[in-house]
């Protein structure tokens, strides 16, 4: 398996921009999950999915930022508008289960908004 | 809640010893290790799970001392391509995990 595949690797976009990055889960994995990772806060998990359905979205820093999982190998976050401080990596990861399996994390998107 | 992670940065020469602490203010159920590089996404070493023996292969093994809330990761003789950012991830049975901010391990020639 190729893994946890995310795109793009880097973004550079202007604030009030819309950015949308992606993600393929490992075939086979129930569980989906997007983190942002900074200097301050470190890994903060932002929504989960579970069978393609969003279970928890409660880490998600606001209205500006939403996320969609149409289908098993696919998913998006998409960030509407941007602003400075969304800039940080954003990773996708997916499992077999919740807790019981180890969670194997994508390349990251770098995202820098200026 | 984020568990808290001891130390922050360590430096070590080849073939020392580390430990690596986790500690969590909440009922755990299971403990995972990860270990990330500069630049590159988080890797799964081990998980150590509620009622689990301690875990371990090769040089990096670890514990979780459930009654305390805390696990340690244990890298002994220390090579080179240890050096990373290690992160503990928490859950309390049937939820995501929830990451310390890691420990920065370097270590040198």
């Known amino acids: 398996d190729a893994g946890v595949i995310q795109s793009p690797r880097h973004e550079v976009t202007e604030m009030g921009q819309e950015v949308t990055l992606r993600c393929k889960p490992i075939?086979?994995?129930?569980?989906l999950f997007w983190y942002r990772q900074t200097m301050m806060r470190g890994l903060e998990l932002l929504i989960y999915f579970n069978n393609n359905v969003p279970i928890d979205d409660s880490g998600m820093p606001e209205d500006r930022f939403s996320a969609k999982m149409p289908n098993a190998s696919f998913s998006t976050l998409k960030i509407q508008p941007s602003e400075p401080r969304d800039s940080a990596v954003y990773f996708c990861?997916?499992?077999?289960?919740?807790?019981?399996?180890?969670?194997?994390f994508g390349s990251g998107t770098r995202l820098t908004v200026v | 809640q984020q568990p808290v992670q001891s130390p922050q940065a360590v430096i070590l020469r080849e073939g020392e010893d580390a430990v690596i602490n986790c500690s969590s203010s909440k009922a755990l159920y299971s403990v995972h290790w990860y270990r990330q590089k500069h630049g590159e996404a988080p890797v799964f070493l081990m998980i150590?799970?509620?009622?689990?023996e301690q875990k371990g292969h090769d040089k990096i093994s670890a514990s979780f001392n459930e009654k305390k809330q805390q696990s340690s990761l244990y890298l002994t003789a220390s090579q080179l391509s240890y050096s990373g950012t290690y992160f503990c991830g928490t859950g309390t049975g049937n939820t995501p995990l929830v990451f310390g901010k890691g420990t920065r391990l370097s270590v040198i020639a």
């Open positions: 150590l799970l509620k009622g689990g």
């Open positions: 990861a997916s499992s077999l289960r919740l807790e019981i399996y180890g969670y194997t």
């Open positions: 075939s086979g994995h129930d569980y």
